[in-house]
């Protein structure tokens, strides 16, 4: 009784910390939407100023062998399925670029995707850890110029993301990004946003997108990096919310099963004081007869 007390206690308080962390990790994601849209914005623009678009970042190769597969992960447990399904995703990932005649080189973050493809032994080819509660840019930084060397080295065609998507405190979804070469996205924009139809570039718009894409790739990285660790703390908020409620249940039940041994011993003990205040008075009126 006493250890499920104690366990309790602890899953309250983790329930508790991670409900603190939410608010924090959520207002992250939406400061970062606003730059990751302008920036999109921005380099859609620039794309659909040209017609002679030759940097690697968007141009789609004639042979696509390799992909890279970034699979973003948590570095705790006790955040019920999300380190799951974040995985699962990604060996559907996997099974699709396979399909495709493609080899998969993973990249990970967070130790939970380290231990489970160290567990399997497939190969990581690089791996970060230690921030996936609160990541910074600079995090995002790293991992993005480790991507983006490989793939401008050809050593990958192709950059994917495999993360899980913040839409609120009660539902996220583990879902898988192509990063490179760039997708092409609408944005919406306000009417008096609009960008006009004729533009003049300075510099021109080769040197714009090779200042503006790694740019990109970054802010992708980061986004999936600030949405997982969103996704992290509300999972853990409900696994030990859900572990908080089942240890009150086997709390009530333990308690319920302890008072009824504790009454039937009562009653055991009274029925033997009762037999054996019968057989004193059965023992007197046997002496009283036999005088």
């Known amino acids: 009784m006493r250890s499920v007390q104690a366990t309790m206690k602890v899953t309250r308080a983790r329930e508790l910390i991670a409900a603190s962390r939410i608010l924090k990790a959520q207002q992250r994601v939406e400061a970062a939407r606003p730059y990751a849209e302008r920036l999109t914005a921005a380099i859609g623009d620039v794309a659909a100023a040209t017609t002679a678009l030759g940097h690697p970042l968007i141009q789609e190769r004639a042979e696509r062998k390799n992909a890279a597969v970034f699979v973003v992960t948590s570095d705790r447990g006790l955040a019920g399925a999300y380190n799951a399904n974040v995985l699962r995703r990604s060996e559907e990932l996997f099974r699709t670029l396979r399909d495709e005649g493609k080899q998969t080189k993973v990249f990970v973050a967070g130790r939970k995707g380290v231990s489970y493809f160290r567990f399997r032994e497939r190969p990581v080819e690089d791996a970060w850890t230690g921030f996936s509660e609160t990541p910074a840019y600079d995090d995002a930084k790293r991992i993005a110029d480790s991507l983006i060397d490989r793939y401008k080295e050809d ?137």
């Open 155 to 291: 050593e990958v065609d192709d950059i994917h993301g495999v993360f899980t998507h913040f839409a609120s405190p009660i539902r996220q979804q583990a879902v898988a990004r192509r990063f490179a070469p760039m997708v092409g996205e609408e944005v919406e924009r306000p009417p008096e946003e609009r960008p006009p139809t004729q533009y003049l570039f300075e510099p021109d718009p080769d040197a714009l997108l090779t200042a503006l894409l790694p740019r990109y790739v970054e802010t992708r990285v980061f986004n999936a990096l600030l949405e997982s660790a969103a996704a992290e703390n509300a999972a853990r908020r409900r696994a030990m919310s859900a572990a908080t409620e089942n240890a009150e249940e086997l709390i009530k039940v333990l308690t319920r099963v302890a008072n009824q041994a504790r009454q039937t011993e009562i009653t055991t003990e009274i029925m033997e004081i009762v037999g054996g205040a019968e057989a004193l008075r059965q023992e007197r009126e046997m002496a009283t007869i036999g005088r």
